[in-house]
């Protein structure tokens, strides 16, 4: 590392407790920002010369805290009569300083941040835009470049999402027991919708997405930490390390997606595999199952396998099974129809997705999967009309180009067979 | 005499290193190790999951299973085992023997993230 690369690391990872304390003073989430940034400011001055303070999380809201309120000061001294509020508001800040740096704000003030990110009036893409920008403190342009879309664009989300809050009111006392755990789920889910825009990223994007996987597995176990006794929380950051640890495996040099049963399995992350195993082994002692517990459980069967053929196919039913209790949806099914046709055969499979069509008939893999089972059927032409109806579905060249390697193993196989029927 | 050195630092700073910041100081720390290792001085090296992935057992009458890292500060680390286990709960029943061989304190038990057994040349 660089000199001066410690600082950066010292201020991210200071950031979520930093401005959550920041924002518990000045309730107020643009005013907590600029003094955290000004803290920052001042920390690459004096941290140089001084050397790292022994709480940079501490040092951080003081000296953000400080500046902010001369900040206030000074711009009060401007104007004709103070706000009534806006005083009361500062006393109390100020009785605040008295208080120790102790830590026994740490957990509130984290969640609050994470929770006014979660805020249910702000729609999904807002709230990630949000808390990556927010939590995380990925800048405007590291954010934009990972969606996929413009600066502007993206400074105008995260715009609108602050607009939001503002105008909603968000509570500052900390939540009720019951609305606790409600918002516990939200803010998973809004990990969960980070993990995936990295996880679902094509070939030629993955490099570019991919870091928002690992800043969805370190709000993950930010939040586990808050949470230690959270059997869902430890599912959820044990599904997106499991899910992650096989990110180098996942696509070929040309960028298209190398499956599963293809891929080579010693490009598998297995310090991640080995942390998400503990973390299920973990979950498991409390016997309250959940969906994030599940599909990790799911994934580690996968990691635990050596060899594709060595996959628990039967397990992984059960376990798809489990979770279509749970979680009721035609995409469960679809992807416990995969286990199926492994455990029972394609034609169990089959069996299993075709009411679904109705359902999933804009939903690409649906007649990736249709088109796999017939093939292995030797329903041929079918097969075709499904990968036809896929790869006009795909939403990214690297699922077209793999339909399309289908349809060609089918052109291949399909013409031998006519005249020779004898090669395999 | 052997010495272990125990490594604290701040787990979330470690934990936003990128991929190459940390590849970096791993190499800086393979030199130093592989000096000790030639000189047959080098005894085993492990680097620990996060404190995410721990769980605690006190050794109370009867234990009691905590989600989490050992987190008081009146006990002092006075030893540690490294033990081979398939899974969470076979280390917790090891955890558990040692506990009635010895009551009293807490085990925290932790997995192994990486890991060399090393050398030691009497």
Same mark, same amino acid.
């Not at chain 1, 040099?253 to 299920?280: F, K, P, T, Y």
């Not at chain 2, 990128?18 to 492990?46: C, F, S, Y």
């Not at chain 2, 620990?48 to 890292?69: E, F, N, Q, S």
């Given at each position: 590392?660089?000199?001066?690369?410690?600082?950066?690391?010292?201020?991210?990872? !200071?950031?979520?407790?930093? +401005?959550?304390?920041?924002?518990?003073?000045?309730?107020?989430?643009?005013?907590?920002?600029?003094?955290?940034?000004?803290?920052?400011?001042?920390?690459?001055?004096?941290?140089?010369?001084?050397?790292?303070?022994?709480?940079?999380?501490?040092?951080?809201?003081? +000296?953000?805290?400080?500046?902010?309120?001369?900040?206030?000061?000074?711009?009060?001294?401007?104007?004709?009569?103070?706000?009534?509020?806006?005083?009361?508001?500062?006393?109390?800040?100020?009785?605040?300083?008295?208080?120790?740096?102790?830590?026994?704000?740490?957990?509130?003030?984290?969640?609050?941040?994470?929770?006014?990110?979660?805020?249910?009036?702000?729609?999904?893409?807002?709230?990630?835009?949000?808390?990556?920008?927010?939590?995380?403190?990925?800048?405007?342009?590291?954010?934009?470049?990972?969606?996929?879309?413009?600066?502007?664009? $993206?400074?105008?989300?995260?715009?609108?999402?602050?607009?939001?809050?503002?105008?909603?009111?968000?509570?500052?006392?900390?939540?009720?027991? +019951?609305?606790?755990?409600?918002?516990?789920?939200?803010?998973?889910?809004?990990?969960?919708?980070?993990?995936?825009?990295?996880?679902?990223?094509?070939?030629?994007?993955?490099?570019? /997405?991919?870091?928002?996987?690992?800043?969805?597995?370190?709000?993950? /176990?930010?939040?586990?930490?808050?949470?230690?006794?959270?059997?869902?929380?430890?599912?959820?950051?044990?599904?997106?390390?499991?899910?992650?640890?096989?990110?180098?495996?996942?696509?070929?040099?040309?960028?298209?997606?190398?499956?599963?049963?293809?891929?080579?399995?010693?490009?598998?992350?297995?310090?991640?595999?080995?942390?998400?195993?503990?973390?299920?082994?973990? !979950?498991?002692?409390?016997?309250?199952?959940?969906?994030?517990?599940?599909?990790?459980?799911?994934?580690?069967?996968?990691? /635990?396998?050596?060899?594709?053929?060595?996959?628990?196919?039967?397990?992984?039913?059960?376990?798809?099974?489990?979770?279509?209790?749970?979680?009721?949806?035609?995409?469960?099914?679809?992807?416990? !129809?995969? !286990? +199926?046709?492994?455990?029972?055969?394609?034609?169990?499979?089959?069996?299993?997705?075709?009411?679904?069509?109705?359902?999933?008939?804009?939903?690409?893999?649906?007649?990736?999967?249709?088109?796999?089972?017939?093939?292995?059927?030797?329903?041929?032409?079918?097969?075709?009309?499904?990968?036809?109806?896929?790869?006009?579905?795909?939403?990214?060249?690297?699922?077209?180009?793999?339909?399309?390697?289908?349809?060609?193993?089918? $052109?291949?196989?399909?013409?031998?067979?006519?005249?020779?029927?004898?090669?395999? | 005499?052997?010495?272990?050195?125990?490594?604290?630092?701040?787990?979330?700073?470690?934990?936003?290193?990128?991929?190459?910041?940390?590849?970096?100081?791993?190499?800086?720390?393979?030199?130093?190790?592989?000096?000790?290792?030639?000189?047959?001085?080098?005894?085993?090296?492990?680097?620990?999951?996060?404190?995410?992935?721990?769980?605690?057992?006190?050794?109370?009458?009867?234990?009691?299973?905590?989600?989490?890292?050992?987190?008081?500060?009146?006990?002092?680390?006075?030893?540690?085992?490294?033990?081979?286990?398939?899974?969470?709960?076979?280390?917790?029943?090891?955890?558990?023997?040692?506990?009635?061989?010895?009551?009293?304190?807490?085990?925290?038990?932790?997995?192994?993230?990486?890991?060399?057994?090393?050398?030691?040349?009497?």
């Amino acid at each position: 590392m660089t000199d001066t690369a410690w600082i950066d690391t010292a201020l991210t990872s !200071a950031r979520p407790q930093a +401005v959550g304390a920041l924002l518990r003073y000045f309730r107020n989430l643009d005013t907590a920002e600029e003094a955290y940034q000004n803290a920052c400011l001042r920390a690459l001055k004096t941290w140089p010369q001084n050397g790292p303070p022994r709480d940079p999380a501490a040092w951080l809201i003081m +000296v953000g805290r400080n500046v902010a309120i001369d900040d206030i000061r000074r711009h009060r001294k401007q104007q004709a009569l103070p706000e009534d509020e806006a005083i009361s508001d500062l006393d109390d800040a100020e009785d605040a300083l008295a208080e120790r740096l102790d830590g026994s704000h740490y957990r509130d003030d984290i969640l609050r941040l994470l929770f006014i990110c979660c805020h249910p009036d702000l729609p999904a893409t807002q709230q990630i835009a949000l808390a990556l920008r927010i939590v995380s403190g990925l800048t405007v342009k590291q954010i934009a470049r990972a969606f996929l879309v413009g600066e502007a664009a $993206m400074e105008q989300r995260i715009t609108r999402a602050k607009a939001r809050v503002a105008e909603a009111s968000v509570p500052f006392e900390t939540p009720g027991a +019951v609305e606790r755990s409600e918002r516990l789920a939200a803010v998973a889910a809004m990990i969960y919708l980070i993990f995936n825009e990295g996880y679902s990223a094509s070939g030629d994007t993955a490099e570019i /997405r991919s870091p928002l996987c690992e800043e969805a597995i370190r709000l993950a /176990r930010l939040l586990l930490r808050l949470f230690q006794s959270e059997p869902e929380i430890m599912g959820l950051t044990a599904l997106l390390l499991l899910q992650h640890a096989r990110a180098a495996a996942r696509f070929d040099v040309d960028g298209a997606v190398i499956l599963l049963d293809d891929q080579d399995r010693r490009l598998w992350n297995q310090a991640m595999i080995s942390e998400g195993l503990a973390l299920i082994d973990k !979950a498991m002692r409390h016997h309250r199952s959940g969906p994030y517990q599940i599909q990790a459980a799911i994934s580690a069967l996968h990691a /635990r396998a050596d060899k594709p053929e060595n996959t628990d196919w039967t397990q992984i039913d059960l376990l798809y099974g489990a979770l279509e209790v749970m979680q009721p949806s035609p995409v469960v099914t679809l992807n416990r !129809a995969v !286990a +199926v046709s492994k455990v029972r055969g394609a034609q169990a499979a089959l069996d299993m997705i075709e009411p679904l069509e109705q359902r999933l008939s804009n939903y690409f893999h649906y007649f990736g999967v249709r088109g796999a089972f017939l093939m292995q059927l030797d329903r041929n032409d079918e097969a075709r009309v499904a990968f036809d109806r896929a790869i006009s579905l795909a939403n990214t060249s690297a699922e077209a180009a793999h339909i399309r390697m289908h349809l060609d193993r089918l $052109m291949r196989d399909s013409k031998p067979r006519a005249t020779t029927a004898s090669k395999k | 005499m052997m010495y272990a050195i125990l490594c604290y630092h701040d787990e979330d700073a470690v934990g936003s290193w990128t991929k190459e910041q940390d590849a970096a100081v791993m190499k800086k720390l393979a030199v130093v190790q592989d000096k000790l290792t030639k000189q047959g001085r080098l005894g085993p090296v492990a680097r620990l999951l996060p404190t995410t992935a721990a769980t605690t057992l006190r050794k109370d009458d009867p234990p009691l299973v905590l989600d989490g890292p050992f987190a008081e500060t009146k006990e002092q680390l006075l030893g540690f085992y490294l033990v081979d286990c398939k899974n969470l709960d076979e280390a917790l029943e090891v955890a558990r023997d040692l506990g009635a061989a010895n009551p009293g304190g807490a085990y925290e038990i932790r997995p192994v993230g990486m890991f060399t057994p090393g050398r030691v040349l009497a």
